[in-house]
């Protein structure tokens, strides 16, 4: 499962690194919002909700449904600007239509397809539908769409003040604090792009982050099957140091494709392919093959061990063997006449990690 942005025939100046005040906003109200998906900002959340106002506390919780469990895409500028302020006054020029469907895809958890056309905020049929949609996630959901529906400006002039509270409240404080990071970060992502190019400068974005062989297409290890084009706007690369560990992409068609990152850490590792993680889980699935897994814990085994350990043919250990060795769980080393089979211990134990990181990503 991946998701593809096009970019054949894309001048390498139009990929643009640059940081943005209001994407890493955004990422710390997510952190607020989910800190179990953040255990190493558990206690900065922490001190942050103990000292927000009543008033902002219950502000941003009416409004989480922008940034809990994604981002709406205008919460993620494809033109980052130095200031919040001067990225809250480009998000209040995008009209109602982009605004309200980005905004109800998040709250409702439903498709653009399903929420644009016809739009909600002209058609009944599909702003009833819109609210079924958010009514099935709660009653906190519910009211936002329909505060939304009925009064957009009233809803988008709320939000754009909640996030210039936050800024009072903790964000400039915050913002202050890893600036630096994010400059640095900006600056070897530059000099890769100009002096290297662009699989060079994807690389160090996340192991996670490819270019296809033939230089046209941008490939993002995520759990979905998903397709934009960046052919007439460009990419967009923003680092953040609250967004680890998620890889946050705007792609809908209509906007720009966005590329959040988390800035890596001092001794990075290495996310591990989907793919991989999938070869695992399949491989784990068939209870012989955890018969087997349960034995080589217990030290290396040839095929005919393991064959008479659990009454089995030869063949069909051999194939199980096969599946669990393509998965990486397995290490053959031949002692004379003998193969025998090793556990790889450490990627097993990595392999609940790994399923959460795929998935968070």
Known sequence: MTLRIDIGGLPSERLLFAASPLAELTAMLHVLAEPGHHPQLADWAADVWAALSPELAERLREAEFLWRSSQADFLIPARPRPTLAEELDDVDRIDDERYV?????????????????????????????????????????????????????????????????????????????????????????????????????????????????????????????????????????????????????????????????????????????????????????????????????????????LAHAWELSPPEVSRHLAVLRRAGLLTARRHGRYIRHTLNVPDLTALGTDLLAAVLR
């Open 101 to 305: 469907t980005a905004a109800l895809v998040i709250t409702c958890g439903g498709s653009r397809a399903h929420l644009a056309v016809p739009s909600p905020l002209t058609d009944a049929e599909a702003r009833e539908r819109a609210l079924d949609l958010a009514q099935a996630r709660g009653p906190r959901q519910e009211a936002f769409a329909e505060r939304l529906l009925t009064d957009p400006a009233a809803v988008r002039a709320r939000v754009r003040r909640t996030l210039e509270q936050c800024a009072e409240a903790f964000f400039d404080a915050a913002w202050a604090g890893v600036a630096v990071r994010l400059a640095t970060d900006l600056r070897l992502k530059n000099d890769l792009l100009r002096h290297q190019g662009v699989a060079a400068a994807l690389a160090s974005v996340s192991g996670a982050v490819t270019l296809t062989p033939d230089g046209d297409c941008i490939v993002v290890d995520k759990l979905q099957d998903k397709a934009t084009s960046a052919q007439g706007t460009g990419v967009t690369f923003v680092p953040s140091v609250f967004g680890r560990p998620h890889l946050a992409v705007v792609h809908a068609p209509g906007w720009q494709p966005v590329v959040q990152y988390p800035v890596a850490e001092p001794s990075p590792s290495e996310p591990v392919p989907l793919e991989t993680v999938t070869l695992r889980l399949e491989a784990l699935a068939h209870p012989v093959r955890l018969r087997l897994l349960r034995t080589l814990a217990r030290g290396p085994h040839t095929t005919g061990e």
